[in-house]
């Protein structure tokens, strides 16, 4: 919409841009503390806060004048190129966030690299038999696919770093000092992306290949190469938001992997910000990621609109969203039967339960999954923190598609929205939620639901900016249709099953934002057996006892497998019985002529008999022609 110059959508976003940044400002006294002491614990945590040290504190940042003071003072020199200086460091705020800035970009290019490989390898073999026209041979696969793209980044990136950079020391796993650096960090971010990004192109591509001009061009014999190039572009227009979002997410959210591998992104220090509600430094990171935000909203768009070409205009575009049975297969029951086993064997359990003779205990009758560093079953803690981590990531994944579903019906309120809702990181978010709405136990929720509905909102504006454009939709609007009716039978049965199917690819995200909170501390609290908790507990030991780390991350793998496969729907093959042959009752005159019945007094003639391809009939002899036909 921007890129048509719309004036409105300018000022929507500007407004949203403010009213966010406006948010940050009032962090401190949101979070009901006084920004002072939090100033000097971050300055420097062995000072007493004496009420005279405070008091010179608050004289030296003008705490007194209130947020509007200090945020007017912050605009002012942002308009004069000056973002003023940090309140912790006290060095310049616009230098050292550009530097993370440049950090990051560079980190999020090495993990687009990765991300496209592994879009790559997701989508070889549909590319393959799509362009040869033998789709309807593919069995619809993904376990390792769904696997992949549900493990949590950190911990990809915690095992990337221990085991190929520690020990076998193949690569650098601290620093951020040279191209070396950069390969590890984007392995653990482009790995779950691309993985995600492949399963949503690998369920578009078999519309694209069944359209007209992909059956002509198989006809016309077309280099298969040619036709899966071209169906790829007729298939990334409706996901270049998501690749935007992807970009801004890679950017700004990538918190958890730079604080393992000790990377000076914006991410980490955005985080540093605004847990020492360093304001001026928190309030530009995150002006910069709603910029960043903006441009490759815009980007993607105008690129969606380059690639589909004056068919999007002239409403001459084919629905990728056929309706059709689901595949028969029995996957998904296969994975939530053991996803329900692991849970009711360990519901039995206690899993506050302490032994401290039974330490990091290995795996044994006695203990299924083993023991964490308190002598804790892991077992127990894995069952009894399923039901709170899957009971949350269903209620935040059917509210996001609820609302990613009313917001993308409306674009131009929604793209703005979705674009600076999308620069902000998960854990700014718990931060501003915790802040207004206090910490517990639903304050991830919160704070991962306020974000996770943007993917799908962009994704069901895509699809409904392509479907409107089809040469269907403008047959049923010439035959006197109304919206209403539009709405109702062609735009949202096309564009619900894609969106729903995404939905369901996105909840083991969503359980991973979950457990990212809580393994930055902004979650659950200890004792509780929450998966992300349990992973950032037992994530010190994973050298020593892996079985502590391996099992919980499973768990979410297999979570992610259940979602991805049940996305594709879910049927038992069926026996083919053997049905009886039914005789059918010939006339008498067919049955005594041995042909065909005809009118009454005629001549039939015997139809000829066709000779069998078997030995014994070609003894059999040939039955002699009727004297007409001599």
Known sequence: MLARGGGPTLLWRTVLAAALVGAIGLLPWLSRTDPALTVLKARSADRDPTPATLRAIRDELALDDGPSALLGRWLSGLLHG????????????????????????????GALVVAAATVTAVCARTLRLGARGRLGARGRGGTVTAMLSALPEFLVA????????????WLPALGWYGPPWMVLPSLALGLPAGALLGRLLDDLLPGAFAEPWALAAAARGVPPKSVARQAVRRCVPGLLPNLGLFVV?????SVAVEQIFDIPGLGRLTLHAALAQDLPVLQTGTLALVLLAAAAGVLARLAARLLTGPALRDGALHSLHRPGPPAPRALPLLYGALLTAVIGLGLPRDPLALEALA???????AHPFGTDALGRDVLARVSHGALTTLGVALAVSAAALVTGLLLGLLPRLSGPLVDTVSAVPPVLAGLLVAGAAGSGTWTPALAVGAVAWSP???????????????????????????????LRYELLPAVLPPVARHALIRMPGIALGLAALGFLGLGAQPPYPEWGLLLAENQPYAERAPWAVLFPAAALALLGALAVTAAGGVRLPRRRERLPRRRERLPRRRERSGGPAGP?????????????????ALLSPVPTPPAEER
């Open 249 to 253: 997410g890679l950017t700004g959210g």
């Open 456 to 486: 799908l909102a962009a994704h069901t504006s895509a699809l409904l900016r392509q479907e409107r454009a089809t040469t269907h939709l403008a047959a049923t609007r010439a035959l006197g249709a109304g919206r209403g009716h539009l």
């Open 82 to 109: 000056d973002a003023g200086t940090s309140w912790v460091s006290g060095a310049q705020v616009l230098p050292s966030v550009a530097q993370a800035l440049g950090a990051s970009l560079l980190l999020m290019a």
């Open 600 to 616: 009454p007094g005629a001549r039939v003639t015997p139809a000829p008999r066709r000779q069998s391809h078997q030995p014994d």
């Open 359 to 365: 330490r990091l205990q290995a795996p044994s009758p």
């Open 158 to 169: 915690s095992v990337l770093a221990s085991v190929i950079g520690v020990q076998l020391g």
